[in-house]
């Protein structure tokens, strides 16, 4: 059974990085997708994108020239990153994994919150 | 992208009833669809994948069924921890896209 743990700022001032990691446990990091899916408050789920660990990705094309993804197979870490970051960007962010680039997503953290405000 | 959009937003019923939730597409999604149930503070689970599915370990009162741009998720008799919200989402375009979600309270 996977698990997967968020971790990172809860607060993040406008225009600055957000910055994320998700530590995987009980799973291979290199059999997974590993994706990325956030909440607004008081909205629905959005699709940020996903990562292979080849480094393979596939971006939100909403949030495209904003958003990095990285793995880190050695830490059994992926993570997130989402540049000049606004209001709009204050959401419960998930990690999650699923086993081809489907997203059926099997496997989810339970969330973190990050708040962009100054 | 397709817009999921999820009816009613919130279903009111009683354990041991009957819960019908629907999901349409705004485009079709052949029977790429997937139901995941979330319940506060806990991760989202998924239920159901290719519009009918179960997900290891769901029970069999949770069925899906539809195609194309009509879905729906049936719990045929409400058991006291389905209650939660639920959420479908269509895999067969990029991106990948999620409904409101309907809320099943008691």
């Known amino acids: 059974q996977v698990q997967l743990q968020e971790s990172g700022p809860g607060l993040v001032k406008p225009s600055e990085t957000l910055s994320l990691t998700c530590t995987v446990s009980g799973g291979s990091i290199t059999y997974y997708y590993w994706s990325w899916i956030r909440q607004p408050p008081g909205r629905g789920l959005e699709f940020v994108g996903y990562i292979f660990h080849t480094g393979s990705t596939n971006y939100n094309p909403s949030l495209k020239g904003r958003i990095t993804m990285s793995v880190d197979t050695s830490k059994k870490q992926f993570s997130l990153k989402l540049s000049s970051v606004t209001s709009a960007d204050t959401a419960v962010y998930y990690c999650?994994?699923?086993?081809?680039?489907?997203?059926?997503?099997?496997?989810w953290g339970q969330g973190t919150m990050v708040t962009v405000s100054s | 992208e397709i817009v999921m959009t999820q009816s009613p937003a919130t279903l009111s019923i009683s354990p041991g009833e009957r819960g019908t939730l629907s999901c349409r597409a705004s485009?079709?999604?052949?029977?790429?669809l997937a139901w995941y149930q979330h319940k506060p503070g806990q991760a989202p689970r998924l239920l159901i994948f290719d519009t009918s599915t179960r997900a290891t370990g769901i029970p069999a009162r949770f069925s899906g069924s539809g195609s194309g741009t009509e879905f729906t998720l049936t719990i045929s008799s409400l058991q006291s921890e389905d209650f939660a919200l639920y959420y479908c989402?269509?895999?067969?375009?990029?991106?990948?896209?999620f409904g409101g979600g309907t809320k099943v309270e008691i």
């Open positions: 485009q079709g999604v052949s029977s790429n």
């Open positions: 989402q269509q895999y067969n375009n990029w991106p990948r896209t």
């Open positions: 999650a994994s699923a086993t081809d680039t489907n997203m059926i997503l099997a496997f």
